[in-house]
């Protein structure tokens, strides 16, 4: 049974740290009760740093206008080739691909996109844009969501990632990105995407100044639509990362690593109808990744041969497979290597 509201309130005033890994990772190895941990290797490739949101969490994108637009790009095809074929080189499954919000950037062009991908790579698997870019495409091409993800579907795309939720309490969302897509959007691309057989991933960026309470109000909204479709793999939470954001510039507090561990805690136990929940390494380190495999999580994520957008604020973790492995074992686990859908590929 998942804790309460109240319960979850009552562990993020605890001061019971060790208590509260304990009771998470009893979730976890009644979930994962073959002591396995996961990891994928693949890729980040951002196909473009255009955007119109002017998220204020955000040190990567560019405005379309101004001072700034003549730093922003998009990528050509070839570039976007060249990166997936050293991908699948280098042992990778998969990629991760997702860019600004571009009005130029309509369906024609991703459904160019994804078939050239997979006429080229059939066995890469496409888990691609977030709800705030599915949103728009449907917008700039004037066609339903529904249509949209339905046709970026047949042309190949796989799996539709968590990005763009931050906090999902629209008090939160219009502080920290007022043009951004409201917590309801969000939820309706990935019950879409859910209806039409795809499955998704649920994410959290937190420490933006939310409270407890919309923290909980982020975790009630994702548990009711898995209760509803069963479609998230998984859950990720990770930390605001403030450097060289507007955000960060108002002189926000980086989460810490317990502030980390006991959200991440919290989060198994509240969410216990998604079967993974993921530690993150990029924005917390190695060091509390290892101590997050005691604290729920049972993936560690990618190996991600390429990452640019928690780099651009002044984080730059950066791992090997060899490495994450050792990591895992030192943790007590085995480590696995999966796929995008935590289907796994080898057992060492």
């Not at 990105?177 to 998704?200: P, S």
């Not at 995008?340 to 590929?345: A, D, I, K, V």
Request: proline content about 3%; glycine content about 8%; overall charge negative.
């Amino acid at each position: 049974m998942p804790i309460s509201r109240q319960q979850a309130l009552d562990y993020f005033h605890s001061d019971d740290l060790i208590g509260l890994g304990m009771d998470a990772d009893a979730v976890r190895r009644r979930l994962h009760p073959e002591g396995v941990v996961t990891y994928i290797i693949d890729r980040n490739i951002n196909y473009t740093n255009f955007c119109t949101e002017y998220c204020t969490f955000c040190a990567f994108y560019r405005p379309l206008k101004g001072p700034q637009a003549k730093e922003g790009y998009i990528l050509d095809r070839e570039t976007i080739y060249e990166k997936i074929a050293e991908t699948r080189d280098l042992g990778g499954t998969g990629v991760l691909m997702q860019g600004g919000i571009h009005p130029d950037l309509k369906i024609d062009w991703f459904e160019s996109l994804f078939t050239g991908i997979k006429q080229r790579f059939p066995n890469i698997w496409l888990h691609c844009l977030s709800a705030s870019e599915i949103l728009a495409i449907a917008e700039y091409s004037e066609i339903s969501l529904r249509e949209t993800i339905a046709r970026l579907r047949d042309a190949g795309l796989d799996s539709i990632p968590g990005g763009g939720a931050e906090i999902l309490d629209d008090d939160v969302r219009k502080r920290i990105a007022r043009l951004k897509c409201r917590t309801q959007d969000w939820l309706d691309v990935h019950r879409t995407a859910h209806e039409l057989g795809m499955r998704t991933t649920a994410t959290m960026m937190f420490g933006v100044g939310e409270t407890f309470d919309q923290r909980i109000n982020h975790f009630e909204v994702v548990r009711q639509l898995q209760e509803e479709t069963g479609g998230f793999t998984a859950f990720i939470p990770w930390s605001f990362q403030p450097h060289n954001t507007a955000l960060g510039g108002r002189g926000w507090d980086e989460a810490t690593s317990v502030e980390y561990l006991k959200t991440l805690a919290i989060s198994r136990l509240y969410l216990d109808n998604i079967e993974n929940v993921q530690a993150s390494w990029v924005t917390q380190g190695l060091k509390v990744l290892e101590v997050a495999l005691n604290f729920g999580g049972n993936d560690v994520g990618s190996v991600m041969l390429e990452e640019n957008v928690v780099k651009a604020a002044g984080t730059s973790n950066c791992t090997t497979e060899e490495e994450l492995r050792r990591i895992i074992r030192d943790a007590g686990f085995k480590p696995v290597q999966r796929d995008t859908l935590y289907r796994t590929m080898f057992l060492n």
